[in-house]
């Protein structure tokens, strides 16, 4: 299978993705709809984005509770000597410790603010656009989560489909070697040495595919694991070891997937909000 079949393989296999209730992984098979549920139930760069959100909604109370009413108090206690006084003078005492009666001073405040003259109202509705704009994001996170899982997984099953066919072919490699050698050896002259050393070439080709092939399967589940944020020893059971067959449906038209990808896509709605923001 050539890469643009593979691309284009890829993108029938790959469906849009809904974002449901995650599930913890389970001893179950998992198929590539499960993988997504797991990496999004546990996926760092999901778990960011909604803390952005979260963030921008704190801002958002807190410019709210501008027009709360405020109250602000303080007092205090200190020491004071005593001081009397008439008509004739004043007498200040401080010779003796019961002299220096205790001072206390108690204030409070009440605010209730009014108007900011459209700073409050203006600040409120940028936060809110902000909030949407990090939804969005959390949106595109689980949008990128969903589609590197899928591509490890689909790749995963590239590679295994690849080891019937480049086994058969090391094997009638190897048969055809085998059949070469004992031709030349009857010294007929139908088999010359330069058809050994090219039979010879195709075998050592057949055997870097397969390790290519073998290889490739491994990192894409090393990988698929790294996404799922699983160790790498840790046991992962996948539904699928195939390639499933493509069906016939026609793909969408050019024009038509452009116009769902403007109404859909996340990064349209951060430009939007963003620049009301």
Partial sequence: MTRPLLVAALARLVPAVTLAETA???????????????????????????????????????????????????????PMFTVRGDIDGIERRWQKLKHWGPYARLEALLAQPLYTFGRVEAGEEAARERILVEQARVREAELAVALEVRRFYYLRLYALSMQPSLNTAAKAVKEAREKGQEMYDEGTGEVTQADLAKLDYAATEVAKYQLEADSGAALALAALKHTLGLDDDAPLLLADERLPELDDAEPEPL??????????????????????A
Avoid at 258 to 263: K, R
């Fill in 24 to 78: 913890p992984p389970t001893a179950e098979p998992l198929d590539a709809d499960g993988c997504v549920a797991v990496a999004l139930a546990q996926s760092a760069k999901l778990a960011e984005a909604e803390a952005k959100v979260a963030q921008h909604k704190a801002t958002l109370a807190e410019l709210e509770a501008t027009y709360y009413p405020k109250l602000s108090g303080m007092a205090y206690v200190a």
């Fill in 255 to 276: 024009a038509e997937a452009l116009a769902a990808a403007a109404e859909h896509r996340p990064e349209w709605a951060q430009l939007a909000h963003g620049k009301k």
